[in-house]
């Protein structure tokens, strides 16, 4: 929203003060005011009023005449002019040699074999509004060389506030609004608004108007007739261009104007087209024409405003064409009315159209300003059309006042809140100078809330710290440590296992950490001939790509390899993320957090690279939770998954999560050479393991003892299990030095290596107990080869 | 006998005087001082000799052994320097003007800093918590004081699931589960609640360079008595120099957010030109960085604390955007790209 200091100032006097200051003060303590601050009129003078004297066509030009005016510099100046209203002993906005128009400096030139000794000015020339149809016309009482800056408000200091930052206080969307903050801001008064008092048209008729639905909280209306001028003042209409909006007509403009003052939308009816007002919604669907020509779609829960029957405006929103203040209108209905924010707004949004008026409802207007709006309009039109008459009293129904807020605090709720002194007096004085009624007696005080910030601004306690917090300035707070107990800060586990996971497999695996969306990219997977599995759906997703969530981050992986192809001849990506798997009984997602890694090689083998991965996951399992994984047959449940080699991880008697080769089908889609591997790992299982700690061993003084044995058994016999399960105390270690697979069978050495720790073993003991696991191995199916 | 023992002597030398390498030395030594060594043959032959000989004898004999031995020493020394010398020689310099090829895989950025501010926060005795992504309507707007119609849903628009729960579109979905969570040991403890929330959210807009419908913020609160406006800039201000590793200004404007009560757009100054105004900042010396305020009593109420009792801030910060101004990432987009060759130069950084 644009705002114009010069109307700032018709409600407080700032002289003395530095206006930038001001803004930037206003800008930190109200509402976020734009970087850019622009300086109207700065880049014009040198304009004065002339009067034409003589008109003469040019001989060679259908467009040009000859003028010689008077600028009041006591000669004639010859001036050629291209405009198509001049005539003579019209006064009109001259541009002297020396003058300065924005860009154009203004010196004597030839134009069309003539010498022009000036410029005569239209009002978009000026700057003052976007009129090029022909010169200004000035009044003919202006003297001649009066500066054009003594007659129109052309120098002002305009701002932008951000509107986002007004959501909250719909008292700020107008100028008497913004003026009270600076009057406050500069510890000056606020002048009251002039009003006409509409009591004394009491005894005249209402208009006849009724409210038929609870959505209108309040409808003012009054109707005036003999209206004689079309055309606003200059100064007001400079004042709405400034403001970012387009003089149209008298009526239209002061309409646009009160509200641009004090916030209230006030639309204006042709009093030829509306006689009996009506406030209510319609069962049936219609389409219905707006003033700017739209033919608008209106359901069962808009609100309208209706003669009789006949829609003529969606309330809070937009006037109807029909009924529109056109150029001859004499005598209009001006509606004051304040509906319910959250059905304009719903409103508004349903027919995706928001206006000005919609804007300022949907804040929650405070409807005690709508007989205040309907004075002033009077007054504004009253002193630029003297003969206007009202012909009804102010028909007023209030069906829907807001509660009065009260509110009682003590001066240590604010120190407590503040955390610094902020005296009794500058609470007083800060508070009333926002308009709130103060009771203060010792440190207990009592504050009414003033209607305009109680719509639902200001409803509590702490919403007073902030309007003596934010007048005191943030900037002169003395900012202080809070006093509190020192206790250990605790990591959550599943937050140090997730931190050493990335570590280790950035640091020693030399993976790289990717991130990606939580659902599904169905064209992305679909290149790779991966379809998206059936999952809870986005309901209002504007991609229809994205509307399934993800059940799993493979696929997803897969996508970001397959976009990586040409990065390297091996790589590997990772991430921890969230995947849903469909509803629990609750109809709640079922969310968990997952790693996912998958390896893409084209220089090793799928089998290299699948026992890379383990390698992966058992150093994971190790160094985290000083286990060792052990991986079971799984059948692969999706199509993306190679049917035969799909493990479950198992650690410390948890399934983990799932490794797997990616079914050449897809693979070949990314590379046709390349192997890739996956795995996925819960971090909640994960976490859930329980870390078997360090077990520290001294190095044993005495010689160990190497025995090597040979198995033979079925190609997935759990051989490391079995031994583990031997239990013997003398076992120091095993590790597997040889495999020979024949057909479903394989042959096994392992290398056990055998230490008492305290003496040195003997030949008899030692293969005793290698007996014995024999013997435990035996039991498995796993058999010595004699 | 004499004689004898000088020829030998002069036969050694002689020998030693061209000797070839290693190994014929180490022939001489058997020649000599060998089993069957002339020098050893002439000891033994000590007892054919009579006893007044055989003491002058075994004298000499023994001053040519000890002789000998010294002298071989010395030549295998000789030799093995010789060798060394050979061999330093021999030995290339190494051209380590050719490049070095470091390997290291990748940290998403976002981790990096999301690390960077969790020590911080950390170091201040924050814990750091975690939450899942999709959330209910009560905890992303009813536990936060936005009731359904408010406008400031229309601030976020928010994803939607099938079955009413949603995507959170802020971190503060996280709030009210943190109370309850710590409300017990602040009520029968005394422990204040400090407490920072990293997390993945969403909105529901179209993308561009500057906007993603996934991004990472990081919510921060603490709790206790008396907690005032006071300690909030202070603790801001604290904890963005330290994140920032510089000395940082802070200032507080009036910003409204319903789950705050007074709420604040927080202003970093500059980092780039520290105030002065430039490009970046768009000439005002600031740049708007976070959302922050006191626990709006509702919220606080919500989380079963006592207003009245109890006060507390709350912040936001835009880990997404920290990422992208620390590191100069103009596309937002890429963040979540997948991208290694962009993602790769993510190394490391403490």
Same mark, same amino acid.
């Not at chain 1, 807020?405 to 407590?416: A, G, I």
């Given at each position: 929203?644009?705002?114009?200091?010069?109307?700032?100032?018709?409600?407080?006097?700032?002289?003395?003060?530095?206006?930038?200051?001001?803004?930037?003060?206003?800008?930190?303590?109200?509402?976020?005011?734009?970087?850019?601050?622009?300086?109207?009129?700065?880049?014009?003078?040198?304009?004065?009023?002339?009067?034409?004297?003589?008109?003469?066509?040019?001989?060679?030009?259908?467009?040009?005449?000859?003028?010689?005016?008077?600028?009041?510099?006591?000669?004639?100046?010859?001036?050629?002019?291209?405009?198509?209203?001049?005539?003579?002993?019209?006064?009109?906005?001259?541009?002297?040699?020396?003058?300065?128009?924005?860009?154009?400096?203004?010196?004597?030139?030839?134009?069309?074999?003539?010498?022009?000794?000036?410029?005569?000015?239209?009002?978009?020339?000026?700057?003052?509004?976007?009129?090029?149809?022909?010169?200004?016309?000035?009044?003919?009482?202006?003297?001649?060389?009066?500066?054009?800056?003594?007659?129109?408000?052309?120098?002002?200091?305009?701002?932008?506030?951000?509107?986002?930052?007004?959501?909250?206080?719909?008292?700020?969307?107008?100028?008497?609004?913004?003026?009270?903050?600076?009057?406050?801001?500069?510890?000056?008064?606020?002048?009251?608004?002039?009003?006409?008092?509409?009591?004394?048209?009491?005894?005249?008729?209402?208009?006849?108007?009724?409210?038929?639905?609870?959505?209108?909280?309040?409808?003012?209306?009054?109707?005036?007739?003999?209206?004689?001028?079309?055309?606003?003042?200059?100064?007001?209409?400079?004042?709405?261009?400034?403001?970012?909006?387009?003089?149209i007509n008298l009526l239209a403009d002061l309409t646009n104007y009160v509200m641009l003052e004090i916030r209230q939308p006030m639309p204006a009816f042709d009093s030829r087209k509306v006689e009996s007002i009506r406030i209510r919604r319609f069962d049936n669907p219609f389409d219905f024409k707006t003033l700017d020509g739209v033919e608008r779609h209106i359901d069962e829960n808009t609100l309208m405003i209706c003669n009789g029957d006949i829609p003529v405006a969606i309330a809070g929103i937009m006037g109807g064409l029909d009924s529109e203040i056109v150029e001859d209108t004499t005598s209009l209905v001006l509606e004051s009315a304040n509906f319910d924010c959250v059905s304009v707004r719903k409103s508004s949004a349903r027919l995706s159209h928001r206006t000005d008026a919609s804007m300022r409802y949907e804040k929650s207007l405070d409807p005690e300003m709508t007989v205040t709006a309907a004075g002033r309009f009077l007054k504004l039109l009253r002193d630029w059309d003297p003969g206007v008459r009202v012909t009804s009293r102010l028909t007023d129904e209030y069906p829907a006042?807001?509660?009065?807020?009260?509110?009682?605090?003590?001066?240590?709720?604010?120190?407590?809140?503040?955390?610094?002194?902020?005296?009794?007096?500058?609470?007083?004085?800060?508070?009333?100078?926002l308009g709130f009624k103060v009771e203060n007696e010792g440190d207990s005080f009592r504050v009414d809330v003033p209607t305009w910030r109680a719509t639902k601004d200001v409803t509590m306690k702490a919403d007073i710290i902030e309007e003596i917090t934010r007048i005191y300035g943030y900037d002169n707070f003395e900012v202080n440590t809070a006093a509190a107990p020192l206790y250990p800060v605790r990591p959550f586990e599943e937050k140090s296992d997730e931190e050493l996971i990335k570590d280790i497999l950035v640091k020693s695996f030399f993976l790289h950490e990717v991130h990606s969306y939580i659902w599904a990219y169905s064209d992305e997977l679909r290149k790779l001939g991966i379809e998206v599995e059936k999952n809870v759906r986005l309901r209002n997703a504007t991609n229809p790509n994205i509307e399934t969530l993800r059940r799993s981050?493979?696929?997803?992986?897969?996508?970001?390899?397959?976009?990586?192809?040409?990065?390297?001849?091996?790589?590997?990506?990772?991430?921890?993320?969230?995947?849903?798997?469909?509803?629990?009984?609750?109809?709640?997602?079922?969310?968990?957090?997952?790693?996912?890694?998958?390896?893409?090689?084209?220089?090793?083998?799928?089998?290299?690279?699948?026992?890379?991965?383990?390698?992966?996951?058992?150093?994971?399992?190790?160094?985290?939770?000083?286990?060792?994984?052990?991986?079971?047959?799984?059948?692969?449940?999706?199509?993306?998954?190679?049917?035969?080699?799909?493990?479950?991880?198992?650690?410390?008697?948890?399934?983990?999560?799932?490794?797997?080769?990616?079914?050449?089908?897809?693979?070949?889609?990314?590379?046709?050479?390349?192997?890739?591997v996956f795995a996925e790992i819960d971090i909640a299982e994960f976490c859930a393991v329980e870390d078997a700690g360090i077990s520290y061993a001294e190095t044993s003084k005495y010689p160990s003892v190497d025995v090597d044995l040979t198995f033979i058994c079925d190609r997935f016999a759990p051989i490391a299990a079995a031994i583990d399960a031997s239990g013997s105390k003398l076992i120091r270690a095993y590790r597997v030095v040889d495999v020979y697979t024949d057909g479903e069978k394989k042959s096994i050495s392992v290398r056990i290596e055998f230490n008492a720790g305290d003496r040195t073993l003997q030949r008899d003991e030692v293969m005793k107990v290698a007996d014995s696991v024999i013997d435990a191995l035996a039991a498995q199916g796993i058999a010595l080869k004699s | 006998m004499n004689s004898q023992i000088l020829e030998l002597k002069g036969k050694l030398e002689e020998r030693l005087a061209q000797i070839k390498g290693a190994d014929d030395l180490e022939s001489v030594r058997v020649a000599f001082l060998g089993k069957n060594g002339e020098i050893t043959g002439l000891l033994k032959k000590m007892g054919s000799l009579a006893a007044e000989e055989r003491k002058s004898f075994g004298q000499a004999v023994n001053e040519l052994k000890g002789f000998a031995t010294q002298r071989i020493a010395a030549k295998t020394a000789e030799l093995r320097d010789a060798e060394m010398r050979r061999m330093l020689e021999a030995t290339p310099e190494f051209d380590v003007s050719v490049p070095a090829e470091p390997r290291h895989g990748s940290y998403h950025p976002i981790t990096l800093v999301q690390r960077q501010c969790e020590n911080v926060f950390r170091s201040m005795g924050f814990t750091v918590e975690d939450y899942s992504e999709v959330v209910t309507d009560y905890e992303c707007f009813e536990s936060l004081n936005i009731p359904k119609f408010h406008p400031a849903r229309d601030m976020q628009d928010t994803y939607y699931l099938e079955n009413g729960q949603l995507l959170k579109s802020q971190t503060s979905a996280a709030q009210n589960a943190i109370y309850r969570k710590y409300r017990d040991a602040l009520v029968n403890d005394g422990k204040p609640i400090r407490a920072i929330f990293p997390g993945r959210c969403f909105r529901n807009e179209s993308t561009d360079a500057c906007h993603e419908n996934t991004f990472f913020q990081m919510e921060g609160v603490m709790v206790d008595k008396n907690i005032s406006?006071?300690?909030?800039?202070?603790?801001?201000?604290?904890?963005?120099?330290?994140?920032?590793?510089?000395?940082?200004?802070?200032? %507080? *404007?009036? &910003?409204?957010?319903?789950?705050? !009560?007074?709420?604040?757009?927080?202003?970093?100054?500059?980092?780039?030109?520290?105030?002065?105004?430039?490009?970046?900042?768009?000439?005002?010396?600031?740049?708007?960085?976070?959302?922050?305020?006191?626990?709006?009593?509702?919220? %606080? *109420?919500? &989380?079963?604390?006592?207003?009245? !009792?109890?006060?507390?801030?709350a912040f936001g910060l835009g880990l997404t955007r920290l990422a992208m101004m620390k590191y100069g990432i103009k596309d937002i987009r890429d963040l979540n790209g997948a991208s290694l060759t962009d993602l790769e130069q993510f190394a490391e950084d403490k």
């Open positions: 929203m644009l705002i114009s200091m010069n109307w700032i100032r018709d409600f407080v006097d700032l002289d003395g003060l530095d206006t930038n200051e001001l803004i930037h003060k206003f800008s930190l303590s109200t509402a976020e005011v734009e970087n850019e601050i622009f300086y109207k009129g700065s880049d014009v003078f040198g304009v004065v009023c002339a009067e034409i004297v003589s008109v003469e066509n040019h001989p060679d030009s259908k467009k040009l005449h000859l003028l010689k005016v008077d600028a009041g510099d006591g000669k004639l100046t010859d001036v050629v002019c291209g405009a198509p209203n001049v005539r003579v002993g019209m006064k009109t906005a001259f541009a002297k040699v020396g003058a300065k128009l924005g860009e154009i400096s203004i010196s004597p030139r030839d134009l069309a074999g003539y010498t022009s000794c000036g410029m005569c000015c239209s009002e978009k020339e000026l700057g003052i509004s976007d009129d090029h149809s022909g010169i200004m016309e000035l009044d003919a009482c202006v003297e001649n060389g009066t500066d054009v800056k003594e007659i129109f408000d052309i120098d002002d200091v305009v701002f932008e506030v951000d509107n986002k930052s007004l959501t909250n206080r719909p008292d700020l969307w107008g100028h008497y609004g913004i003026a009270r903050e600076f009057a406050a801001l500069a510890g000056r008064e606020l002048k009251a608004l002039e009003c006409a008092d509409l009591s004394e048209y009491d005894s005249l008729p209402c208009v006849d108007m009724k409210i038929e639905d609870g959505l209108c909280r309040r409808y003012s209306c009054i109707r005036f007739e003999n209206i004689t001028k079309n055309v606003s003042p200059a100064n007001m209409r400079i004042r709405l261009y400034y403001c970012g909006m387009r003089a006042p807001f509660d009065k807020v009260s509110l009682e605090f003590d001066k240590s709720f604010v120190d407590k809140y503040t955390g610094i002194e902020i005296s009794n007096e500058r609470i007083v004085k800060t508070l009333v100078s981050m493979i696929p997803t992986q897969l996508c970001q390899v397959n976009q990586n192809t040409s990065y390297a001849p091996e790589f590997g990506i990772f991430e921890i993320g969230r995947v849903i798997d469909g509803l629990d009984e609750n109809n709640m997602c079922r969310e968990s957090k997952k790693l996912a890694i998958t390896l893409f090689s084209k220089v090793q083998d799928t089998e290299k690279l699948y026992f890379k991965l383990i390698e992966m996951i058992a150093t994971l399992t190790d160094s985290i939770k000083h286990r060792r994984p052990a991986f079971a047959k799984k059948s692969a449940d999706h199509a993306y998954i190679h049917p035969k080699n799909c493990n479950d991880v198992i650690c410390g008697g948890r399934n983990i999560g799932v490794i797997g080769v990616v079914h050449p089908a897809v693979a070949a889609n990314i590379d046709k050479k390349a192997a890739v | 406006i006071s300690n909030l800039i202070f603790f801001m201000k604290t904890m963005l120099s330290e994140v920032f590793q510089k000395d940082i200004k802070v200032r %507080l *404007r009036p &910003g409204f957010f319903p789950f705050v !009560e007074p709420g604040f757009e927080l202003d970093i100054s500059c980092l780039i030109c520290g105030g002065e105004g430039c490009p970046s900042c768009k000439h005002s010396g600031w740049l708007e960085l976070c959302p922050c305020g006191m626990i709006h009593p509702n919220v %606080l *109420r919500e &989380g079963g604390i006592d207003p009245d !009792e109890y006060t507390g801030f």
